[in-house]
C-alpha cells in the first residue's frame, strides 16, 4: 500500500502560481511512477502531468504544457507541481497518484494504470 497525500492548493488570481505538493508513505516512493489529475465540477478526469520513477522522463497534458512543471524526490518521498500563468479554467481538484512499474524511464498518462490515488487539493483560479 502506498498513502499519498497532496497540499498546496488554494485560491489565487489568474496570472498567480502554486506549488502543490505529494507526500508518500508506505512501500518505496521510487518505485513508483507518479502522475497529477485533475477534475472540474461536471467533467472528466483529466490528466495533467507524470514523471518517471528517475524523475528524468515527464509528461504533460496539452492544457498545461509550458506552464506546469512536474518534479519529484525521492529521498524526500515527495512528488511536486509547480503551476505558473494559472488560468480559471485550471480550477479543479488535483490528485496525485502512484502507478507500479518496474521501468526506471516509464511515465504513465492513462489514470486506469495508476493503482493509488490521494484525497485531493482543490485549486481556485479567479479571474
Known amino acids: 500500500q502506498v498513502q499519498l497525500v497532496e497540499s498546496g492548493g488554494g485560491l489565487v488570481q489568474a496570472g498567480g502560481s502554486l506549488r502543490l505538493s505529494c507526500a508518500a508513505s508506505g512501500r518505496t516512493f521510487a518505485d513508483y511512477a507518479m502522475g497529477w489529475f485533475r477534475q472540474a465540477p461536471g467533467k472528466e478526469r483529466e490528466f495533467v502531468a507524470a514523471i518517471s520513477r528517475s524523475g528524468g522522463m515527464k509528461s504533460y497534458g496539452d492544457s498545461v504544457k509550458g506552464r506546469f512543471t512536474i518534479s519529484r524526490d525521492n529521498a ?8 505558473k500563468s494559472l488560468k480559471p479554467e485550471d480550477t479543479a481538484v488535483y490528485y496525485c497518484a502512484a502507478a507500479p512499474t518496474n521501468l526506471y524511464f516509464k511515465v504513465v498518462v492513462k489514470a486506469a494504470e495508476y493503482d493509488y490515488w490521494g484525497q485531493g487539493t482543490q485549486v481556485t483560479v479567479s479571474s
Open 76 to 83: 524526500k518521498n515527495t512528488v511536486y507541481l509547480q503551476m
